[in-house]
């Protein structure tokens, strides 16, 4: 009698989520908008270290703060920018808050797949927060010359670059805002500063 095939074991698949604080389960490979929420970005920027911690400080700085640094930025050299704009200039590092923070060196050859997954989160970001899934090209653009004079207030002050070094790697934009001066927060101070400006420029208040 001949003997029974049998069918593999389908192995299961891989799992893509990660549990956050607030209790979602966020898909990183398929995000919903329904299961992202600001508390949980705020916690997240909060912890990651802009520099790979190469800054100086008793604490890293944290994305949070960088995100705060880069829409003051842009809000000085547009203070006619609609609210919803500055928002989005706010949460333009977001999906760092489960993919962390790379330096752009390493970033740049990561390839295609890392930028899929970065896009795709951002997208979910975005319409979570009543904003389009693309931002319009200028809004972009804006945003990051904003990014730009942050990296090198950053670079300057803290990551221990030098002027002349700093302006061939990273440039200083022309209106790069004078007599900003940055420090490191605890991440549960740079969690608060982060979320005082979302409740301003997002109209939501956060529950305690």
């Not at 700085?61 to 880069?70: D, F, I, P, R």
Request: include cysteine; glycine fraction near 6%; hydrophobic fraction near 40%.
């Amino acid at each position: 009698m001949p003997k029974r095939k049998t069918s593999p074991r389908s192995s299961p698949p891989t799992r893509a989520w990660q549990r956050m604080l607030s209790g979602r389960r966020l898909d990183i490979l398929n995000p919903s908008p329904l299961d992202i929420e600001i508390e949980d970005i705020a916690h997240g920027l909060a912890r990651v270290a802009r520099w790979n911690g190469q800054t100086k400080g008793a604490f890293g700085y944290s994305v949070a703060q960088h995100s705060v640094l880069v829409e003051d930025i842009l809000s000085r050299n547009a203070p006619r920018l609609p609210q919803k704009w500055r928002l989005a200039c706010l949460l333009h590092d977001a999906p760092e808050y489960v993919i962390g923070d790379m330096i752009t060196p390493f970033k740049s050859n990561l390839g295609k797949g890392y930028k899929e997954i970065e896009a795709s989160l951002m997208e979910a970001v975005h319409v979570r927060f009543g904003l389009p899934a693309l931002l319009p090209e200028a809004i972009t653009k804006s945003v990051k010359r904003a990014d730009r004079m942050a990296a090198y207030l950053e670079a300057t002050q803290l990551a221990g670059f030098d002027e002349k070094e700093a302006i061939r790697l990273f440039s200083r934009p022309r209106g790069t805002p004078a007599g900003l001066s940055l420090q490191a927060l605890p991440p549960e101070k740079a969690v608060r500063q982060f979320l005082r400006r979302f409740e301003f420029l997002s109209g939501e208040k956060i529950k305690k």
